[in-house]
């Protein structure tokens, strides 16, 4: 099987997120919770021999690439097909036969797969169906968005999940096409796109197409909305003294991650308007990064998706409650 994905910030990983300690080095337990091809999971696996790993993905044809590629593994890796969200807002806490993960990674990057072999319009780069769906269950496709959304709220997803400052010229455009014909492939999107934006904006360093279907795979999957309520589900499933790391690949996806670690790193979050601490004053976690960490210009030079991508990480003290949320909120 061939592999078109390549892991981001791998080395990055396997050190942040190793099984430190005595009682990890010989039985430890990670979710991988955007399992993809399982670049990260087959070589976490290899690295550490007495790690076990379960794998999450929304995607079951992804997944089935990866079960092939870890079946050498055995037992020691697990699979569960489904959103992240899903299954940490559903671990049962409760139940002392379920073990606590000693680590989660979530990589919030887009498999390369999507883009070169899903064959659901990722890229426009092929003319393909205009889908976007990583989970076939998801309701509404990226061709049921373009064609039905009204044009002022169409704008308004396209600036805010991309920043794209023709949105509206994009918008408009797409209202005034879809209503003689309808668009359903990515060609089509990517030419009216083409045709709506300024002729210098059209020769720049990107497609003009490129950021209106990055905020579209993020409207059809609800990535930014799924996060806030996830990591802080995630953390709160972790094992104390376990570690959680985020690999985020966007402004709106690391300022989520940012606050979020940050607050669990206080020792007070009561809101403003409470003129005295009744919180407890305890920090939940020890930030491990500082500041993220970042690829290496030799990285981005032989995987360029990784250019953006940004490691946070924390260490668990204690459960949060949800005050920890407060101040980071869904897109």
Known sequence: MEIVHTPVLLNECLTMLSPVGEKFEHDAFMIDSTLGEGGHSFNFLSRYPGLRIKGLDADSVIQSRARE?????????????????????????????ERRPDLILFDLGISVFHYERSGRGFSFRYDEELDMRLNSATEESAADIVNRMPEEQLANMIYLYSDEKYSRRIA???????ATQKIVSTKHLADIIYGAVPAKYRHGNIHPATRTFQALRIQV???????????????N???????????????????????YFRNLGKQCVCPPEVPK???GGTACAEILTRKPLEPTEEEVRMNSPSRSAKLRVVRKVRDADERRLYGVEAM
């Open 277 to 279: 601490c009744v919180c």
């Open 69 to 97: 590629r870890l079946a050498p593994f055995g037992d020691r890796m697990q699979f569960y097909n489904g959103w992240f969200n899903d299954f940490y807002s559903q671990f049962p806490l409760d139940d002392p036969n």
């Open 221 to 235: 999957n609800s990535e930014l909305k799924r996060l806030p309520q996830a990591i802080h589900d995630a953390y």
């Open 172 to 178: 408009a455009e797409i209202c005034r096409v879809r």
């Open 237 to 259: 499933v972790l094992a104390p003294g376990g570690k959680l790391g985020v690999i985020t690949f966007h402004s709106l996806e690391d300022r989520i991650v940012k606050n």
